[in-house]
């Protein structure tokens, strides 16, 4: 069976190039997983993708002509349905052999099988391997269908009556087996072993590929195409950095940026440009904005990553002669700076206090109010906030700088630039000479932002972006915009882990109840509906703190033992997790979780509140008593470490009940039926419930 390598090419129009990576990668991967499927590719087969602005490619090794024959068996039915009492063929069988194109006869070529319980007619049969033709067929097929395409146009075939539907008009297909060209079609296309290359640096119109495995190198070569998106991006990368060297500066670090630029360019060519000092006194992240997003150049910092006046061009033309290239960028690039420096130098002829009452101009939820009454209620929220954490010093400049955090949405710069909001408002400040703790929480009160985002720098931004998360979520959840499934229109679940993260790891003496409760008091709401609002809010939040627990590496069972307590303070919950974790490699902790999981059972069938008291007269057993004097003994210091967070040593100290609370559950007998006896035998447990449970639920650890 003849086995060769296979190449295939989809020739069209400019692609999107911020989809062109996952475009190239799913109709390489998906050709592949369907030939696979249909045995057309061995064990040993591996697949290369191509992506440029112009096709996509992929180059798969040892593919099959044809794939080797299958043997099937096929249940039918049930043999006493099939066969009657002499062994003839029923109807229904009958009937199921004609539907499949059989007769009679093949009826003694069946074979009977235990299916189960029962014995069951099968149909031995012989598939034929399917042919290179009709798999690859299906196989571009299934990878068209499957491309994650941000959007299809419709377009009419050269035939002027038909019309097909895909991301860009298709131009070309190449099908090959080696050196043979593999009959299929698909777009109005048919196979054949010719593309093009560059559109102005190709050596010929056409290149025609003389087989599979030479693709790459005669498109690099006659061509003037890298193929290969990787091997592309690796040249551009290469390029960047010899550029920047000669100058002795770096480019701009953008994976985003890096991953469009090869989308955009078949043979890249970097060039060097510059712009006039002047624009330098912009803000850079207003400068690095505008050359990155709207044309796709790499600004350049110097050793202290500070902007210079330099930027590369990734051109897709080599000219012997680039000045034009360059002049052309250069002249394309000042507006757009010049329009940044006629903002920036605009915003700043009015202070941030000045545009405070706009924002009552500016709608955030019809049911809310303006952005004006919101920047009312998170100043107010920031100041109580800053009270608790830092006095009426902290207090006063969170507050300040709440009042002025959303002002900046109304410049012209952030009107141009909304990425910059925040940014824009720490340079507005900074020109205003406001305390700098001001400054930057006005910039850092978004943050984090997104997973693995750094916090506010400062206490004061940690206030301010606290109370800003806080008055969404609350504010939110009050009037019902809660998020449902995988709707979350509002990013509450962003905004919950955001204040998550600054308790947790701001280490805040913050309760998370009260905290909830103060902020809804800022809210108009139905007072009879806040306590299930709060309750809603916190179990929203302690739902998104446990998923990302888990995800840092905690068992989830030792998360539901740390988050069963409803712990007020979420700044511990760090501690108690690797309390919990060192108490488990204890070799008396199976054996006490399992004890805890029990005295809980019993405790929560008694009627009635259980005071966790002891009448030490009232102990009669040996084992009770010794129980009793080994928590009189491990309480007091377990209490201690305990209060001092040093949550480790207080479970450690636990370790010494074991042999007591065993020796207890062997020999004492809790439901005594003496009721007072009872009782104080139950009181006895309350106490060891209590002790066990105070940095987490041990029951929670038993299996």
Known sequence: MSQQNLLVELFVEELPPKALKKLGESFSSTLFETLKLQGLSTDNSVVTSFATPRRLAAHITAIEAQAKDKQISQKLMPVSVGLDANGNATPALI?????????????????????????????????????????????????????????????????????????????????LHGSDVVATSVLGLNANNQTQGHRFEAKLANVVIKNADSYAEQLKTEGAVIASFAERRAEIVQQLTTAAAKEGLKPIDDDALLDEVTALVERPNVLLGQFEEIYLEVPQECLILTMKANQKYFPLLDSNNKLTNKFLIVSNICPADPSAVIGGNERVVRPRLADAKFFFDQDRKKTLESRIASLEKVVYHNKLGSQGQRTERVAAIAIAIGKQLGGADLAAKAGLAAQLAKTDLITDMVGEFPELQGIMGRYYAQHEDLDDEVAFAIEDHYKPRFAGDDLPRNQVGITVALADKLETLVGLFSIGEKPTGDKDPFALRRQALGIIRMLIEGKLSLAFEPLIQNVLSAFEHDAANTAATVQAIKEFCFDRLSVNLRENGA????????????????????????????????????????????????????????????????????????????LLSVKPEADKQFETGDYTNSLKALAALKAPVDDFFDNVMVNAEDAALKANRLGLLATLHQTMNRVADLSKLAS
Not at 141 to 150: F, G, N, S, V, Y
Not at 158 to 164: E, L, N, Q, R, T
């Open 555 to 630: 068992t989830a069972q030792e998360v539901d033992a740390v988050l069963s307590l409803d712990p007020a303070l979420l700044s511990g919950i760090p501690q108690r997790l690797t309390a919990v974790r060192t108490f488990a490699k204890l070799a008396e902790a199976p054996a006490l979780a399992a004890a805890n999981k029990r005295v809980s059972n019993i405790l929560k069938k008694v009627e009635g509140e259980i005071q966790a008291q002891v009448n030490v007269s009232l102990l009669q057993e040996p084992a009770e008593i010794a129980l009793n004097n080994a």
């Open 95 to 175: 009937k199921r052999l004609n539907g499949m194109g059989l007769d009679e006869t093949t009826v003694s070529q069946l074979t009977k099988q235990m299916d189960g319980k029962n014995e069951a007619l099968f149909l031995e049969v012989t598939q034929k391997g399917a042919v290179l033709n009709d798999g690859l067929q299906k196989a571009i097929e299934e990878a068209i269908q499957k491309l994650p395409i941000p959007k299809v146009m419709t377009y009419q075939l050269a035939d002027g009556w038909s019309s097909v539907n895909f991301v860009r008009p298709a131009h070309g297909l190449i099908a």
